[in-house]
């Protein structure tokens, strides 16, 4: 009934987070009428997002790649930070989220992944030899570890505690506060200054 690109439109929209077959087609419906432009503006800013955005190559944020095509984040190449202390959190949205409440004066390790039994997801799935290079390569003297209160998020936190109290750093944990099986990216900010101020030593020695 629908000409076959609108079709399309609604068709990826709808592969979209949070947004149903529904929201898809009125989505698709409005950038079809609307006349200021928006459609084309979507589409040069889709365009940009392949060409200029890449993970930063030290700690896995979104970066804008630079002119000599290598991404270092805003918060990697801010020498103000303390980059002997590090947070490491499970995806850039945690990372968002930690920045937002202010409590956070180190930089940051972003794993991609948590561990997952059960997903068949092992320790060799992490970036861990990148992590251990990050540690000698800026001096790393204490870890945040702040996953997400989840069962995943707990057994990672654990090898993360025991890999690195064998390599003399320091860990801690966020303290809870984050309900269990919450997501941090969706924790107020008053909540997660808090859950980082009380962290907690996971020193397994
Ligand atoms: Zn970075």
Request: aromatic share 2%; hydrophobic share 40%.
């Amino acid at each position: 009934m629908l000409p076959e690109p609108l079709l399309q439109l609604i068709e990826l929209l709808a592969r979209l987070p949070g947004v149903g077959e529904k929201t898809a087609q009125r989505f698709a419906m409005h950038l079809v009428a609307e006349k200021s432009g928006t459609a084309q503006a979507l589409g040069h800013a889709l365009t940009e997002i392949g060409e200029k955005l890449k993970s930063c190559e030290r700690c896995g944020n979104i970066a804008e790649v630079d002119a000599q095509g290598k991404a270092e984040c805003a918060i990697c190449r801010d020498r103000r930070r303390d980059q002997s202390l590090l947070c490491i959190v499970a995806k850039v949205q945690d990372l968002l989220a930690i920045e937002r409440s202010g409590a956070m004066r180190g930089r940051y390790f972003v794993l991609g992944k948590l561990l997952s039994p059960l997903d068949g997801i092992g320790p060799s799935e992490l970036p861990l030899e990148r992590l251990f290079k990050r540690l000698s390569d800026d001096g790393v003297q204490e870890v945040i570890v702040a996953t997400p209160p989840s069962v995943d998020g707990e057994a990672t936190s654990l090898l993360l505690a025991r890999e690195l109290t064998t390599r003399g750093v320091a860990v801690s944990r966020i303290a809870s506060g984050v309900p269990h099986g919450g997501d941090l990216e969706f924790a107020d900010q008053i909540t997660l200054g808090r859950a980082i101020e009380g962290r907690r030593s996971l020193d397994s020695r």
